[in-house]
């Protein structure tokens, strides 16, 4: 990060409340859900303010040893149960809760973004949008499944020198943040990416700049 960060617009909570109902998939990724099929799943993307007023976003980073996606960062999510009633806001709001013991009261909802395919799992992923209006405590709640639970500055995420593209042997390539200590690529990247651009909040960064892929994550689905 460098010394000085540059402060978000103050309006930057409008700005995300207008995406839901005005993006389409395709200006999120090039990757759009099939006519039918795929595995249902949904992300909540939140977004709170620090004691000093400076919004963040939640992000989740996979335990070390896990099978699958080891170490990978992720917002909040995961795929929907049959008691979320077919509901996107349900499976990621009960996600959520289960992953970090985010309390639920607290968020509010600004709306669904257009659902995302991942090709690699076949998972439809339908991305929440919402506002940490009364944040609550957030903490690691298994850690075979999650090694960390993060607040991460929306200023640190567009700062430029944390900026960087990356490219994983299937082809796939893609955006980077690194920012605490985290290593933010593949769908969670893109999909953050695009949101912070689409709201005008992203600043100009370097994209011809690449970063080799950490060994752990080159053996694993974007």
Known sequence: MTDAVAPVPAD?????????????????????????????????????????GRPDVLLTERAADMRSHPGQVSFPGGSADPGDGGDPVATALRE??????????GVEVLGVLPALFLPPSGFVVTPVLAWWRAPSAVRVVDPAECAAVVRVPVAELVDPANRSRTRHPSGYTGPVFEVRD????????????????????????????????????VGARR
Request: hydrophobic fraction near 40%; avoid cysteine; aromatic fraction near 8%.
């Open 12 to 52: 930057w909570l409008e700005r995300l409340r207008a995406l839901p109902g005005s993006v389409r998939a395709e200006d999120l990724s090039s990757f759009t859900p099939p006519p039918e099929g795929g595995r249902e799943s949904a992300v909540l993307v939140l977004v709170g303010q620090d004691d000093d």
């Open 96 to 105: 959520a809760h289960e992953e970090t013991g985010l309390d639920p009261a």
């Open 182 to 217: 985290l290593f933010v690529w593949g769908f969670t990247a893109g999909l953050l990416s695009q949101v912070l651009s689409l709201a005008g909040l992203d600043r100009p960064w370097d994209t011809s700049r690449f970063v080799p892929l950490p060994e752990h994550h």
